[in-house]
């Protein structure tokens, strides 16, 4: 496969651009040493090892994820620092954090006070303290306590001697349905102000919390500069994707991943391609993002959309009279709606550079949502 151009690959196939993902790569950390905050990107968004590496070999202080399952595959390929940003609770996986502890600095996320007990009787029994971080809403109104319910939340944790709480952060993931820069600028400037007014409270708790963390792709340039912050954590910003392209925080040209598919059919008013919801998923999006149309941006005809997928098809509707030069297994390079979901339905990256193939690398954690 290596030294192939990617048009002559079996389809399809899922292709990464490895000079636009270290550019953007670059951008952010470069970002991150100009504002002087850590930089600590979640995985999800490519689920890779190799990735992960890359970024922590370019600065950054440790990674996030949101399941144990991709814990656990980054500690397997030597990754020692990680906020699991999801509140966990079960005995059954405490223990597989606390299986990873010895090789890892594994960080919790406190969002109750129910599990404010459940974690520190987890490491009680245990003999060992555990870092935890308070997951602050700003608004995206999913996990994460109120700034006026943090002093009850903290109380509770002073109160105990296994979990040791040392961050703030949250998430303002409803930046994705901003319909305006004056908007997103708004949604981040409260992300900011609701994690300086938690870790305030803290404080005047007696509880010094060193990390003060934000993160989404849309707001992270403008939260990340507030005096105070002391970290970001964006993930779709290694790769961007169209819901990126079309908020306005990245253009076609940063978009590093793509979808190689191939013409399968062309019947009098449409062309069917073999990428379905199976390749680029049904994903438009995330919290109300309103500025996709169609199945993801076709590179070579941006004109033609894709109208609907089935498992295996994808459809666009067109008179193929316009279109004589596409003939059936002519390549198409689709730029997904939503990269993160289509990179979660591969086995492996196709690495190019210029279209030639450099490599192949392992979606390493994908599924892996326990
Ligand atoms: C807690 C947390 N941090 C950071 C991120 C990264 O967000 P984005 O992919 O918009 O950069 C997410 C995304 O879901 C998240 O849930």
């Known amino acids: 496969m290596k030294g192939r151009h990617i048009s002559h690959l079996d389809t399809p196939s899922l292709l990464l651009d490895k000079r636009v993902m270290k550019q953007n790569l670059q951008n952010i950390v470069q970002f991150a040493e100009a504002n002087h905050v850590a930089y600590r990107p979640h995985i999800k968004t490519h689920k890779s090892i190799d990735i992960a590496k890359m970024q922590l070999e370019s600065g950054a202080v440790g990674i996030t994820v949101a399941t144990v ?62 870092y935890v971080w308070l997951k602050v809403n700003s608004g995206l109104n999913r996990c994460g306590v109120e700034v006026e319910d943090v002093k009850a939340l903290v109380e509770r944790m002073t109160d105990k001697n296994y979990v040791e709480l040392t961050g703030i952060y949250t998430h303002a993931g409803h930046s994705y349905a901003a319909s305006s820069t004056e908007a ?38 403008i939260a990340g500069q507030v005096d105070g912050i002391t970290e970001i954590r964006p993930g779709n910003a290694i790769f961007y994707d169209m819901v990126q392209v079309g908020l306005g925080v990245a253009t076609i040209e940063d978009c590093a991943v793509t979808v190689a598919s191939r013409v399968a059919s062309i019947k009098r008013n449409r062309i069917v391609i073999d990428a379905g919801s199976k390749t680029l998923s049904l994903d438009k999006g995330a919290h109300g993002n309103e500025s996709i149309a169609g199945h993801g941006y076709i590179k070579e005809y941006p004109e033609l959309i894709i109208s609907r997928l089935s498992e295996e098809h994808g459809v666009i509707d067109c008179n193929p009279e316009d279109y004589p030069q596409l003939a059936i297994g002519d390549v198409l390079t689709i730029v997904p709606n939503h990269a993160c979901t289509v990179v979660n339905l591969f086995d492996q990256y196709v690495v190019h550079e210029d279209g030639s193939i450099i490599e192949a690398w392992d979606v390493s954690a994908r599924g892996r949502l326990k």
Request: glycine fraction near 4%.
């Open 69 to 130: 399952g991709e814990a656990e595959v980054m500690v397997s390929g030597g990754v020692e620092n990680i906020l699991i940003a999801f509140p966990i609770f079960t005995a059954e996986k405490l223990e597989r954090i606390y299986q990873l502890l010895d090789r890892a600095e594994i960080i919790l996320t406190i969002d109750s006070e129910e599990q404010v007990d459940v974690v520190n009787e987890f490491f009680r029994q245990k003999d060992e303290r555990v």
């Open 184 to 221: 997103l600028e708004e949604i981040a400037e409260k992300e900011a102000e609701v994690v300086l007014a938690s870790a305030h409270i803290c404080e005047s708790l007696g509880v010094q919390v060193a990390h003060k963390s934000i993160g989404s792709t849309p707001t992270f340039k």
